[in-house]
């Protein structure tokens, strides 16, 4: 019985192998902290606006003549329709586009630990868990700003990371 060798590939004919992870290491300097804090800004602004205009339009239909009394009054309906619509905000614009309208201005985008699109299940897990990182005195979210691949705490919960893009 004879064996034979069969060389499949040499090692010259392959391409380099990518990294198979989903980010690129930080460079030195402010610009992956500084991009992540205007995305997170432009994404507050965004989400302030549409709840603002909501109250407003709340408001008109009940024909408010105290605005303070009725935010007062209505403050814990108010804090969950924010919840909600930020759930929604960034389950919609990752699942759609793997970034919300801050990280696009910010040029970033989120990828699983492999480099892939979250699924919509993943958006929406890293969506829900969002919440419990803002509600903690945002310090789920400042976890990113210290951690070395830049992940919050809901990122590192879905096993995702925000690269730059």
């Known amino acids: 019985m004879q064996f034979h060798r069969t060389v499949l590939s040499m090692p010259f004919d392959e391409e380099r192998p990518r990294q198979a992870s989903g980010f690129r290491p930080q460079t030195s300097g402010q610009k992956p902290t500084a991009s992540r ?3 997170w800004l432009i994404d507050a602004v965004l989400l302030a606006t549409c709840c603002t205009g909501f109250v407003y339009l709340a408001g008109r239909a009940c024909r408010v003549t105290y605005w ?3 935010v007062r009054d209505t403050s814990p309906l108010l804090a969950t ?3 909600l619509l930020a759930v929604a905000y960034s389950f919609v614009f990752v699942v759609l586009r793997g970034q919300t309208p ?3 201005a910010a040029g970033l985008r989120v990828t699983t630990l492999h480099g892939d699109d979250p699924t919509p299940i993943e958006a929406f897990l890293r969506a829900l ?3 419990p990182s803002a509600f903690l005195g945002f310090s789920g ?3 990113a700003l210290f951690d070395a691949r ?6 590192k919960l879905c096993r ?4 730059i893009d």
């Open 102 to 104: 801050g990280m696009a």
């Open 150 to 155: 830049g992940q919050t705490l809901h990122d």
């Open 68 to 70: 303070i009394d009725f």
């Open 141 to 143: 979210f400042t976890l």
């Open 37 to 39: 804090l205007a995305a």
């Open 129 to 131: 868990l969002s919440l």
């Open 160 to 163: 995702c990371v925000v690269r």
């Open 81 to 83: 329709m924010l919840g």
